[in-house]
């Protein structure tokens, strides 16, 4: 993806944590350190990209209390009703909780409601926050990136003045059961008569810009055949707590793929990642769980992984093996790179379930 970055010293981000963790109390919005990196967009192609930095946070604070899905704060904590409440046009960003300790640390939840003492947030399927979350664990509230704050105007797309697409943004399908999967929605800038705007494929009526981009998911960014590439240029804030990306088996005895990303600006191998531990590994060298890995270098549309790894346990193990080399183990390899998007392909099981990979940024260590 000829990536580049300038975002952080260790030893300023290990300071930024130590101050982040010595005590979360009322209200505080701590200074996070700020990244930047631009991603190439290949022309004619598809890239599978990712989100390594936050938007600035809009409220940390405490539980004092939880009840179902609503979450009491500190009464020093300040909030207006409906502050992080979507309301457009007045307000245009959809706000998600994540938790930065206790059980839930690196889970997030969007926000659907608040008033001036409770956020209540949506559990998406999260039966047990009652028992795990508990007073004292900290959060914060972070509007999601969306369209119009990624790419402003347009920004490093090719837009259209008719209703055919040049550049088009193609979301992940976040709740289909299956693999190969189509796009939950695609979306492109349009420059033509009564715009400019966002316009979804399909629907001519209305302007889309504040749809969201989910953190720990990737999207694709397609470029029209024939075009050069492009620069994105991301700046936003470096994660400063744990990150939890769910992995979901949608149907029973059905596999699936979970579009997601590590949404860390740091390279990560794969047995750094910890990625592991919660996957269905292999005592033979057929494959189960699988990560399927995407060279931001070839130039395609709808394009095929180039590597495919999953995890063995079997004689000489254990390690991650890569389809197609059964000689070395690749446990080391650098898999996981900032602004990068993946699939992990989930093996069919009885049932529906989840399973929780939380990643600690190295950077956040003593």
Request: aromatic share 10%; with cysteine.
């Amino acid at each position: 993806m000829n990536f580049r970055h300038s975002f952080l010293s260790l030893l300023g981000c290990l300071a930024a944590s130590s101050a982040l963790l010595t005590g979360v109390q009322a209200q505080t919005v701590t200074t996070d350190p700020v990244g930047a990196i631009t991603l190439t967009l290949k022309g004619g192609s598809d890239t599978h990209i990712s989100l390594p930095f936050h938007r600035p946070v809009a409220l940390e604070t405490q539980v004092s209390s939880l009840s179902g899905n609503v979450i009491t704060v500190s009464a020093a904590a300040n909030i207006t009703g409906n502050q992080f409440v979507y309301s457009s046009p007045s307000q245009t960003n959809t706000y998600y909780l994540q938790f930065t300790t206790g059980n839930r640390a690196g889970m997030y939840y969007t926000v659907t409601a608040n008033d001036a003492s409770t956020i209540t947030i949506n559990p998406n399927g999260d039966a047990g926050l009652d028992g795990n979350v508990i007073t004292g664990d900290t959060f914060r509230v972070i509007p999601f990136w969306t369209l119009n704050t990624l790419f402003p105007n347009g920004q490093s797309l090719y837009s259209t003045t008719t209703l055919t697409p040049q550049s088009s943004i193609l979301l992940p399908p976040g709740s289909t059961p299956g693999i190969n999967l189509s796009a939950a929605g695609i979306y492109y800038y349009y420059t033509g008569s009564g715009g400019p705007g966002w316009l979804k494929l399909g629907d001519t009526a209305a302007f889309h810009p504040d749809v969201i981009f989910p953190p720990d998911s990737l999207f694709v960014v397609r470029h029209p055949l024939s075009s050069a590439d492009t620069q994105l240029v991301l700046v936003g804030n470096v994660p400063m707590s744990a990150q939890a990306v769910i992995l979901n088996n949608l149907q029973s005895n059905t596999p699936q793929d979970n579009a997601i990303a590590l949404p860390v600006p740091i390279s990560v191998t794969l047995a750094g990642s910890g990625l592991s531990t919660v996957l269905t590994s292999t005592t033979t060298l057929t494959p189960k769980d699988e990560l399927l890995v995407f060279d931001p270098s070839v130039v395609a549309q709808n394009k095929s992984a180039t590597a495919i790894y999953y995890y063995y346990t079997g004689s000489g193990g254990p390690g991650w093996l890569k389809l197609g080399d059964t000689v070395n183990f690749h446990d080391s390899d650098v898999i996981f790179q900032p602004g990068f998007g993946y699939v992990l392909r989930r093996a069919a099981q009885p049932s529906p379930g989840s399973n929780v990979w939380t990643f600690v940024p190295p950077y956040l260590t003593p």
